[in-house]
Every structure is written in C-alpha cells, then in structure tokens.
C-alpha cells in the first residue's frame, strides 16, 4: 500500500500564487497524477485556517487574514468524491494554537474527516519555516526547542491523529549541537508515541532548502524503537507534485525499520504492508 497523505488542493501556480480550488475537477487531477505515480490513496489536508469557521482562532495575521472559505464547501467536496469511488480521504492540517487548541478541536468535531495532520509552524507568533520569521529574534538552538515543546503539547492535546513534518525546524538547514538534537528526537519520539499518534514520512523536504526528507533518520529510528507508525507524503500543493519523491521517502522509512503505513478511516488508524 502507497499512501500520499498531505495534500492541498490546488489550482496550478498563477504569478506565484497557489489559488485554492475545491472542486471535483481539481480532486480529479490530483487522483490521475496518483494513478499515474502508482499511488494507492492520497488525503486532502487543506490547512484549517483558510476555513471562515475557524476564524476566531487566528491571532497571527497570516493565518486571519487568509480565514475566508466554506468548509461545509470542502467536506462536500471530498464525501461526493469518495461516493463516486475515487481513493481519496478527507482530512484537514491543523495548527498548533497552545490554550485555543480545544476549542479548535470543538469547531471541527461536527465534520466527517477521516484524519487530522497536526503541525507547527509559528512559535509565539514568529515563523519556523519562513525567513526570517523566529530565526532573526531567537538562536538556532532557541528555535529548535521551542519548537519541539509545541509538538509535544500539539500530541499531548488529543486533536490530531498525525504529526506532520515533525522535524520542520530544519527547513533552513540550522540544527543545534548533536546532543541537544538527539535529546530532541527522543522528546519527540516519546510524545508521539504516548499520544499513539503516527508520525508523517515526507518527501517534501527535498524540495525545500534542507534538500532532506522529513523526518531524518534518527528522529524516524527514534519513532520505530517506540512503536510509533508512520504515513507518508508528498505535501502536493499542486496536481503535477503527487507522489513526488514518494519512493524516496518509502525507502527511507524502511531503512529506519518500517514495513507497513498507516491508513485512516473515520480517524480510524489500521496498518497495512507499505509498498
């Protein structure tokens, strides 16, 4: 089984600009371009701040001001979708809010998602994976552990099934010294592992300036020693990137130990043999 669960529906890049597009026709070339990659089933996992039902929660401009679609729009979407047969699920990347996270948890109840990525990527406001964002006001070592504190209480919360990207912090290429990384991984591994929650495997880091998979190698051994499962992705925030570098990321979750993935159902986790 190859699963593609990070995905943003799109419509191709105009000027630089990725326009959303929630419609069959855009879930429809996003399912041929899995076909294409030998990609068993892919998840739609639109960021839940573009969602005008969550926009109480926004407190970082970025976020607010981008609180504008239906996501009544979305969900029908993908249920018409699946009832016409195609391999998709319906899932939503939710971020890390600190004190507003329940209350966030509570606006997407009444939806029926079949999983919820869980990701950070402000920390007090300021960017991980923008420049200069938190990178120009705290040290590398700074970023890196504030960091990890928000997705170990994001896992703590009980609202996601997955977490995502879960070493985003090294998007840029800065780490701290190898003892405090490792230090690091163990925190995250032992969070993941005590919320049962999976961890995602991503190609998409190969396309960003770290040119690496997400997470590396010893955060993912870390994940396995502690019978963590995992998903994979390729974060496609258009058609033509699904699956991208998925057999990357397939080898690089075995050579960690992995031979089955996680598929979601109804927030419903069962394993299946990977590849």
């Known amino acids: 089984m190859i699963v593609d669960y990070h995905m943003h529906l ?10 959303l597009e929630h419609s069959l026709e855009a879930v429809e070339r996003f399912v041929e371009r ?48 699946k009832r016409r047969g195609l391999p998709v699920k319906l899932g939503l990347e939710v971020d890390y809010v600190d004190d507003a996270q329940q209350r966030l948890a509570e606006l997407l109840k009444p939806y029926p998602v079949d999983l919820l990525l869980g ?19 705290l040290s590398v070592e700074e970023v890196w552990r504030l960091y990890v504190s928000c997705v ?18 090294k ?11 490792a230090a690091l991984h163990t925190e995250l591994a032992e969070a993941a592992a005590g919320a049962d929650l999976a961890v995602e495997v991503s190609s998409a880091g190969l396309r960003k300036q770290v040119r ?17 499962p995992i998903t994979t992705a390729s974060d496609a925030h258009e058609a033509h990137l699904v699956g991208e570098d998925l057999g990357a990321a397939v080898e690089h979750a075995r050579a960690a130990g992995y031979d089955v993935v996680a598929v979601f159902d109804g927030r419903l986790r069962t394993l299946q043999p990977m590849g």
């Open 119 to 137: 990701s950070v990527h402000f920390i007090d406001g300021l960017a991980v994976d923008l420049a200069p964002g938190a990178w120009d006001v």
């Open 171 to 181: 998007i840029f290429g800065s780490r701290p010294a190898p003892t405090v990384l």
């Open 34 to 81: 899995a076909r294409e990659r030998g990609v068993d089933e892919i998840a739609f996992t639109e960021h839940v701040y573009y969602f005008e039902q969550t926009r109480e929660i926004w407190t970082v401009p970025y976020q607010a001001n981008r609180a504008t679609r239906d996501l009544e729009m979305y969900c029908d979407v993908l249920v018409e979708a």
């Open 152 to 169: 170990c209480a994001l896992a703590r919360s009980g609202t996601v099934d997955v977490l995502a990207h879960p070493d985003l912090a």
């Open 10 to 19: 799109r419509a191709p890049r105009v000027h630089g600009l990725e326009p």
């Open 212 to 228: 690496e998979i997400y997470p590396d190698q010893g955060l993912l051994q870390a994940c396995h020693e502690r019978g963590v």
